[in-house]
């Protein structure tokens, strides 16, 4: 990933229609999955539940990456 445009960002939704901002950090693919981190965006650092976060990336019966 190119450093020089700075960094992603992705807003995603869980299953009770909660939205939440995240930087994306990086991407490692271990046994052919691929696994994302992110840092939250809308949380303070000092927040008991900041960290990184890490999701998993499957593709779909549609074709699609979840």
Known sequence: M???FGNDYVSISDE???TYELEH???VEI???FYL???PTDMSEDD???GVIVLKSET???GEDY
Do not use: I, K, R
Request: proline share 0%; no cysteine; charged share 35%.
């Open 37 to 39: 981190a992110f840092l």
């Open 31 to 33: 046994d052919g999955v």
């Open 2 to 4: 190119s450093e020089q």
């Open 25 to 27: 950090l990086d991407t």
């Open 16 to 18: 009770d229609g909660n």
């Open 48 to 50: 008991e539940n900041f």
């Open 60 to 62: 779909g019966e549609d």
